[in-house]
């Protein structure tokens, strides 16, 4: 075998080995995740004769950067609103407070009035809720959580 032919084996070797290295660092910068939204629950208790009543939505929320926001939207079934991620960017936020370095537990607070509760629509609501992670990653669950409104 020539040296010309030796040299440009291990020069194609080379590159080819920098290639496979190179995409293998970009598969590994590549695999943040993005947040996650687990253990939502929500509850819904009416206003009594003493006091306003309370919409509660609380959720696990993690990601490998920290939770910088979750915003949440509760909304009645009937009405076949089918909110996204876009409508979620203008509504209320949940007071999160962080567990770990990467996890924090959000909690939503809503108070009803009797004035406000006499107008809801009886039935299920759905609560959507969307995660922002401090490194600007974001996750929209359209049904992160549900509850029923009754007399």
């Given at each position: 075998m020539s040296k010309r032919i030796l040299v440009s084996s291990l020069i194609g070797v080379f590159v080819v080995g920098g290639i496979t290295?190179?995409?293998?660092?970009?598969?590994?910068?590549s695999?943040?995740?993005?947040?996650?939204?687990?253990?939502g629950s929500a509850r819904?208790?009416?206003?009594?004769?003493?006091g306003a009543g309370e919409l509660t939505f609380t959720a696990d929320v993690s990601d490998d950067?920290?939770?910088?926001?979750?915003?949440v939207l509760a909304w009645p079934a009937s009405s076949?609103?089918?909110p996204t991620e876009a409508?979620?960017?203008?509504?209320?936020?949940?007071?999160?407070?962080s567990t770990t370095d990467e996890s924090s537990r959000c909690t939503y607070t809503l108070r009803v009035t009797k004035e406000e509760a006499a107008e809801l629509d009886r039935g299920t609501w759905y609560v959507s809720?969307?995660?922002?992670?401090?490194d600007?990653?974001?996750t929209f669950v359209s049904h992160a959580a549900s509850f029923d409104v009754t007399r």
């Open positions: 290295a190179g995409g293998f660092a970009v598969a590994s910068a695999a943040a995740t993005e947040p996650t939204v687990e253990n819904y208790v009416a206003p009594t004769a003493s950067s920290g939770i910088s926001s979750l915003k076949k609103l089918d409508d979620l960017r203008s509504v209320d936020s949940a007071t999160c407070t809720a969307l995660a922002a992670a401090k600007g990653d974001t």
